[in-house]
Every structure is written in C-alpha cells, then in structure tokens.
Nanobody, 118 residues
Framework: QVQLVESGGGLVQPGGSLRLSCAGS????????IAWFRQPPGKQRDLVAT???????YYVDSVKGRFTISRDNAKSTVYLQMLSLKPEDTAVYYC????????????WGQGTQVTVSS
C-alpha cells in the first residue's frame, strides 16, 4: 500500500502563491489516482482537485484557473500549484490516493496547513 506525505504549506499573503507536494512511498504512485482535499477551520473536508494515473485532471469551480494539479511519476510526487491565493483558501490540505478501479480515497497523508492572511 502507498504512504503519502504532504509538504509545502505555510503562511502567504493574499494574491500570493504556494506549491504543495504529495510524496508517495511503499508502492508505485503511478498506479493511483490522487486527489487534494482541504478542510478549513471548523468546516468539513472538501475535494479540491484530482488527477488520474493517465493525467486527466478535475478542479472544483472555486479553484479553476488558480490551482494546477500535476504529477511526476518518476519522483513519485503529485503537486498542487496554487496561485492568486485568497483568505478563503486557508485550510489544512490533504492528499489522498485511490487504487485503480476503486471509488474510495483509501490512503491519506497527514495534511499541511495553508494560511492566507495579510
């Protein structure tokens, strides 16, 4: 099974950018679809973006045009490039993995905090 570790979070001013990384180990990440979720303070965890093993991407409307999900299978890493950050993007960001042919995000990282504030 795959283990996931997120990194790259931090404090950034509105309009700034960050790149989150999700590093996989224990199994070939290329065999998994990967998603980024986020959980704002006091709210539920919601989907942000996904990327299939073939590289097909999906974004929720609130981040379209600002966030880009990508993967580097050679480095067993998935990225979330975040531009034009807004205070409402403040959340703990988690990456998750789903095995091919399944519908459950079974494997999760520990999360990384992103705070957008002036």
């Amino acid at each position: 099974q795959v283990q996931l570790v997120e990194s790259g979070g931090g404090l950034v001013q509105p309009g700034g950018s960050l790149r989150l990384s999700c590093a996989g180990s224990g199994a070939a990440l290329e065999n998994y679809a990967i998603a980024w979720f986020r959980q704002p303070p006091g709210k539920q965890r919601d989907l942000v973006a996904t990327i299939t093993s073939a590289g097909t991407t999906y974004y929720v409307d609130s981040v379209k045009g600002r966030f880009t999900i990508s993967r580097d299978n050679a480095k067993s890493t998935v990225y979330l490039q975040m531009l034009s950050l807004k205070p409402e993007d403040t959340a703990v960001y988690y990456c998750a993995a789903r095995s091919l042919g399944t519908s459950t995000w079974r494997y999760w990282g520990q999360g990384t905090q992103v705070t957008v504030s002036s």
